[in-house]
């Protein structure tokens, strides 16, 4: 009893929802006709053990007056019976017979079954000889009992016939008519949809619910399902339930489904369902970029992300920038986004862009956004700007710097001789400039740099030669500067390290002091360094770093006393060729050979009016006499 349970609530069907699980009559006897005054008992039974709830009996459509799981009957009728969780069971008629032959089928006989027995019984049984069965008037068997197998699903009318015996006159009976009460194994199914109105991208669950009785609980049933009519999932199982991850649009259409027993006795189908797939259309379309406004670099690949927050279905996407008929590109996915890539963005790509959005409702754009493009300076072009054709002491010059692209703000620097003069900010881009005064130092090498944050770049170099004004002080000046150049280029000394001493001969009032020496240098101590660099500061903040620029050598000076109290001399420059590696330089040069060190005797010069316009008579006579040569001991070279 306690397996018979057991099968009884596992059984396919028995839990489902939807389906209302029915009630069953057990009949005992278990036949459909009976002798009046028989003792004849039917139980009213659900899936619970023992039925749970009220209990109601009906006999021909009338309710009668019992609530007991049990009852005794004795009237020839329909009887059903329902618990309070249970639906009305099938029907069962139960006749009861007053002949003297009658004909019994077993109760219940289900659709499907192999086979059923049929017997016929008299009043008094041991009186009666020769049964035979019947069919529709037609003789079927003489064998009693009478096995149909299979179980005819038709509703033919079955009697049988008997010799009652007796020792007079032999007499022959014949039982009324039967119709076997084939009661129904499982239910129709029903399909049902989860959720009743899908929409598209959501999971979806079709169940076949139907209703095995419990009396046959040992039945095997299996499923299929079918769009229009073509199966579709992994075709018969014996799962009632078919799960879809994600409905489409383009799914929708008439579904049902089947149920059949393992043996395929038995097959009942569902009636169709439309299922009618429900497409979200899409709403809040945004663009985002990448890098973020303001972070990219001209060169860098920009990214474009077009996102939906809401809609289903194949999405087209769409990239466009202001201004253009044509858009950028266009993808077409099912997904709430798509990215669109730009590689190497060039300065024309800066611009306003969007995107647009469409799942066949029409296309939702969405909000402007601004790409700007930060662009790395170029290298910057050094200019001066002169009042007349040669530059002259006392002149204010404009040294101009600008770059021709680049992003603002722009840092410039200027430099002479690779020594910082200032540096001046362009906050709108542009050029800047830089006013100086001319003095004889300022001769020589000038050059700028120009910095936005994103690297340094330098300009080409550009030399200014300065002339001084007709005064033989400033001229004698800028003679004696250039002494050494010109004497350098007579002696071809460039692959070698340059040692210059010069002296003045001076006349004094007050006689002549000697300085006694400043700190010297090494050249080691000086290199070339890097101009172009990358910047890795904050693009959104940048920070302008000054190139390092070489220090202007300092000379070493350096008094020898070679016997005249009115010499001073000095080292003007050690400058090694660009090409010589100076630890290659050995002092040798100076041992093998005896040098020879060119000195220049500048002639008097007094402070005084009268003296100073003796100077200005004697500046015209030949340079040649201003200067002389004087042999160099080896405690100067030492120097």
């Not at 010109?486 to 009032?509: D, K, N």
Request: glycine residues 6%.
């Amino acid at each position: 009893m306690l397996l018979w349970l057991l099968l009884l609530i596992l059984a396919p069907g028995g839990g489902q929802s939807g389906v209302s699980p029915k009630a069953f009559l057990l009949l005992k006897p278990p036949w459909s006709t009976h002798f009046q005054k028989d003792r004849v008992t039917l139980t009213c039974r659900d899936f619970h053990f023992p039925a749970q709830g009220d209990i109601s009996w009906y006999y021909n459509g009338m309710s009668l007056n019992k609530e007991s799981e049990e009852i005794r009957i004795e009237k020839t009728g329909y009887y059903k019976c329902k618990t309070r969780r249970s639906s009305l069971s099938e029907p069962v008629y139960v006749e009861f017979s007053t002949d003297w032959l009658i004909l019994q089928a077993p109760y219940p006989v289900f659709e499907g079954d192999k086979e059923v027995a049929l017997r016929c019984r008299g009043r008094e049984e041991a009186s009666i000889t020769e049964k035979t069965f019947y069919k529709d008037e037609l003789k079927i068997s003489s064998t009693s009992p009478f096995i149909l197998n299979p179980v005819p699903r038709d509703n033919g009318k079955y009697h049988c016939t008997a010799k009652k015996r007796n020792w007079i006159i032999p007499s022959k009976e014949t039982s009324k008519p039967l119709t076997i009460q084939l009661q129904e194994l499982f239910s129709p199914p029903v399909l049902t949809v989860s959720p009743s109105q899908p929409t598209e991208g959501s999971a979806v669950t079709l169940k076949c619910e139907t209703w095995l009785s419990p009396q046959r609980s040992d039945i095997q049933l299996q499923f299929c399902f079918f769009r229009e009519d073509k199966a579709v999932g992994s075709g018969w199982s014996s799962d009632p339930e078919l799960k879809f991850p994600i409905m489409w649009s383009e799914n929708s259409g008439s579904y049902w489904c089947q149920a059949e027993t393992a043996t395929h006795s038995v097959r009942k189908r569902s009636l169709r369902s439309q299922i009618r797939v429900q497409r979200v259309p899409v709403s809040d379309v945004n663009l985002e970029i990448y890098p973020p406004e303001g972070q990219l670099i001209e060169g860098q690949s920009l990214l474009l992300i077009c996102s939906v927050a809401k809609g289903t279905g194949t999405v087209t996407f769409s990239w466009h920038k202001e201004g253009t008929v044509r858009s950028l590109g266009t993808k077409i996915q099912r997904s709430l986004s798509a990215e669109l890539w730009i590689h190497t963005v060039k300065e024309h790509d800066a611009g306003r862009y969007y995107c647009a959005a469409d799942n066949i409702h029409g296309p939702i754009l969405s909000k402007l956004i601004t790409v700007k493009l930060r662009i790395p300076v170029s290298h910057p072009v050094f200019t001066f700007s002169l009042a007349g054709a040669q530059a002259v002491m006392g002149d204010v010059v404009e040294l101009h710097c600008e770059a021709q692209r680049g992003s603002p703000p722009i840092l410039y620097w200027f430099y002479h001789k690779n020594v910082t003069l200032g540096n001046s900010s362009a906050p709108f881009g542009g050029g800047m400039s830089f006013n100086l005064t001319l003095t004889a130092e300022h001769s020589g090498n000038y050059s700028c740099g120009a910095d936005n944050g994103l690297g340094v770049q330098r300009s080409e170099v550009v030399t200014l030669n300065i002339t001084g004004p007709s005064s033989n002080k400033y001229k004698a000046s800028l003679i004696t500067v250039g002494v050494p150049t010109g004497l350098l280029s007579i002696l071809g000394l460039a692959a070698a390290t340059a040692v210059l001493v010069g002296y003045f001969r001076t006349q004094r009032s007050s006689g002549g002091h000697f300085a006694t020496g400043t700190p010297s240098y090494s050249p080691s101590e000086f290199q070339e360094p890097s101009w172009s660099r990358t910047s890795n500061a904050d693009p959104q903040n940048p920070k302008h770093s000054e190139p390092p620029a070489l220090q202007e050598p300092q000379p070493v000076y350096s008094n020898v006393n070679l016997g005249d109290s009115n010499l001073v001399y000095c080292q003007i420059w050690n400058t090694p060729h660009a090409k010589e590696n100076s630890a290659n330089s050995p002092r040798r040069h100076w041992e093998d050979k005896e040098p020879t060190i060119i000195y220049s005797e500048l002639k008097k010069a007094y402070p005084d009016d009268s003296t100073e316009q003796d100077s200005n008579r004697n500046i015209d006579e030949d340079a040649t006499e201003n200067y002389e040569n004087v042999p160099c001991t080896s405690s100067a070279v030492d120097h």
